[in-house]
């Protein structure tokens, strides 16, 4: 929104959540836990006022303006993470050897991909959690980008190259991504 040459963007904090800005750093609490971003820009100035974060630019440069909308993306997704979280879905498929998948410490474990000798590894990121039940697998967290880089992550670790995609099938794929609800 365009007011006197100052592009500005308001966003209300939910019953609930709490948003401390120190040093460019936001925090953002709330009943699923607490989040930290650090936002710094030039000519782009972050304040609290009572119960509403002020994300505000005096200059009309495209460049700026897109970066208040990043700014403002990047705070609802953090609202969003510490009141419902995100979850994403994935569904081991296989028609030709059995995959076996396990969990060790902050790493995604896929055994017997297309008969393969050696296991495939994803990195799990952040405070992530992944659960496999039977040939669903779950990717939970209150920060977006960490969930969205672990799903990434399992599926890219079972992409088949030099094989016709058609007949080889094989993989985890992703089914559903987003909030919870």
């Not at 440069?61 to 403002?72: D, H, L, P, Y």
């Not at 396990?102 to 474990?109: A, L, M, Y």
């Not at 697998?137 to 088949?160: H, L, P, R, W």
């Amino acid at each position: 929104m365009t007011i006197t040459g100052i592009i500005e963007e308001k966003i209300e904090m939910l019953e609930g959540v709490e948003a401390s800005i120190e040093n460019d750093v936001m925090t953002v609490s709330g009943p699923k836990g607490s989040l930290s971003r650090t936002f710094k820009y030039p000519k782009i100035d972050i304040k609290k006022e009572n119960n509403v974060i002020l994300i505000s630019c005096k200059s009309h440069r495209r460049r700026e303006k897109a970066m208040v909308g990043t700014f403002r993306a990047h705070v609802n997704n953090m609202i969003k993470g510490v009141t419902k979280g995100f979850e994403y879905k994935m569904k081991i498929v296989y028609s030709h050897f059995p995959i076996k998948t396990s969990i060790q410490e902050k790493t995604f474990i896929i055994e017997n991909f297309l008969g393969a000798k050696y296991p495939r590894k994803a990195k799990i990121v952040g405070d992530t959690k992944v659960v496999i039940k039977g040939e669903e697998v779950t990717v939970t967290s209150i920060n977006k980008e960490d969930a969205g880089q672990t799903a990434a992550n399992i599926e890219q670790a079972t992409s088949i190259k030099k094989l016709d995609p058609r007949v080889f099938q094989d993989g985890i794929y992703i089914t559903l991504k987003g909030g919870k609800s």
